[in-house]
């Protein structure tokens, strides 16, 4: 049973910093991509980082360019979204996801496995 456990949301202050993790099991991590998507309330949930399981560049969304950086411990089987400069705006839940696929997109149904998301919440 293939399982995605999103841990390290909370509520931080503008300007703050937190780290997600994203645990998984009952699959093959190191052949997998994984991404970080989310979704604000009254929002469609967007992309907002993925890497490829064969390395190469981490793909972005644009507006967390620079802030956002998502790494990856095939040693632990966990992908982790570090988030600094935190704004409003990213405040939403956070889901990470994994796809049998060495191809990153941002297209959600593409991925074949999603965790339960964590809260992220930024104060202004």
């Known amino acids: 049973q293939v399982q995605l456990v999103e841990s390290g949301g909370g509520l931080v202050q503008a300007g703050g910093s937190l780290r997600l993790s994203c645990a998984t099991s009952?699959?093959?991590?190191?052949?997998?991509?994984m991404g970080w998507f989310r979704q604000a309330p009254g929002k469609e949930r967007e992309f907002v980082a993925g890497?490829?399981?064969?390395?190469?560049?981490?793909v972005y969304l644009d507006s967390v360019k620079g802030r956002f950086t998502l790494s990856r411990d095939n040693a632990k089987n966990t992908v982790y979204l570090q988030m600094n400069s935190l704004k409003p705006e990213d405040a939403a839940v956070y889901y990470c996801?994994?796809?049998?696929?060495?191809?990153?997109?941002?297209?959600?149904?593409?991925?074949?496995?999603w965790g339960q998301g964590t809260q992220v919440t930024v104060s202004s």
């Open positions: 890497r490829s399981w064969r390395g190469g560049s981490t």
């Open positions: 009952g699959l093959t991590f190191s052949t997998y991509t």
């Open positions: 996801a994994a796809r049998q696929d060495f191809r990153v997109t941002s297209n959600e149904g593409r991925y074949n496995y």
